[in-house]
């Protein structure tokens, strides 16, 4: 990318964990490698020692610093002391750009943008959603509430990034259509990222690798590794890789099953490391935006069982046998199927097209060049005021 000026980029969001890290570490190598100066507001509560060493290796990109401040993760009086030192933080870094990911990050970058731009900074206000609060039910109280406030701040927005279809038609469907201008752009992969991993000798039949909430699927993947074995002569073996609050569950779960001989758990790793740990990756998710496992195993030549939800049917197409429900029943069926890995391994999609639909170059041009565009409407707007 060839900048036509050099941005002031601040990336918002809460918990440094997850798909949501990975795509602002993406984004910030790429947006400092094209000359930009970045700076990085998230969480401090959240993330453990690996987090703490990616943040380390991240130093000399952030030109505009890291700063981590407690934030919650649901709405509460924390907010209040949590949101005025973010606007602090936020405005001493003068950003032409404020970029929001996640419900959090996009709370703060709408309202916090629109503070400073009362005191007459033309800061772009961006939000990427991630799915964050379209997870939410619509038929729920819960979810209408979440629905309302993301239209109230829809006036306070100047362009939504989605990162799937899937996920601009739910914003469609559960707060409607945008009012801001608004694009797709889906997350990338490094070019290294596209160089098979060898599954190391004593690798077990599936891997797990994500955040250990009932979201993301874990015990659909326990329950599922335990009604495959009922049915298979041979004994599965699976490795569940990943951290937070219900780990313990997990744990217990995997002991009342009957599987904690064949089930190894680990804190989080390196994805390519862990993916080396077994032969099939297995994405029981509830719901997802368009998950990062998803692409960063494929693009590593590994078989892939996912669940057909989210954004995931865009990268597979929507009839691979590759994809099932979040149910127990039907993933211990595709589990035993995975014997067949010559027949798992040929639906799986082409890697020159997941080069040229996902890579980390074409993700950060588009990112670049709305940003630019942003900023020029927003010029043109204070031009006609």
Known sequence: MIPSRKLRIVHC?????????????????????????????????????????????????????????????????????????????????????????????????????????????????????????LHYDESQLTGRLFFMIERLLERACDHLLFVSEYERQAYIRKIGAPTCSHSLVYNGLRAEEFIPVESAPDAADFLYIGMMRD????????????????????QLTAVMVGDGDDLGKYIAQCERLGLADQVSFHQPMPTRQALALAKTVIVPSRAEAMPYIVLESLAAGKPVIATAIGGIPEVFGA???????????????KMIDAGEC???????????????RFGVDVMAARIEDTYFSTLNDNSRSSSLS
Do not use: W
């Open 13 to 133: 969001f809460r918990s440094p964990v997850g798909g949501i890290f990975r795509h602002v570490r993406d984004l910030t190598s790429a947006q400092a490698a094209a000359g930009h100066q970045v700076g990085i507001v998230c969480d401090s509560s959240t993330g453990g020692d690996f987090e703490a060493e990616l943040f380390a290796s991240m130093q000399d990109q952030l030109a505009l610093g890291l700063q981590r401040i407690p934030m919650q993760r649901h709405v509460g009086i924390g907010d209040v002391v949590s949101g005025f030192r973010t606007y602090s933080i936020i405005k001493n870094m003068q950003p032409d750009i404020l970029h929001g990911h996640g419900a959090k990050g996009g709370v703060y970058a709408r309202v916090f943008g629109s503070l400073l731009r009362v005191f007459r900074s033309r800061v772009a206000r961006l939000y990427s959603p991630h799915g964050g609060s």
């Open 215 to 234: 979201l993301k699927g874990p015990d659909i993947f326990l329950d599922g590794l335990h009604a495959a074995q009922k049915q298979s002569a041979s």
């Open 319 to 333: 009839d691979s046998p590759a994809l099932i429900k979040p149910d127990k029943t039907e993933l211990a069926h």
């Open 342 to 356: 010559s027949h798992l391994s040929a639906a799986m999609p082409k890697t020159s097209e997941l080069q040229a």
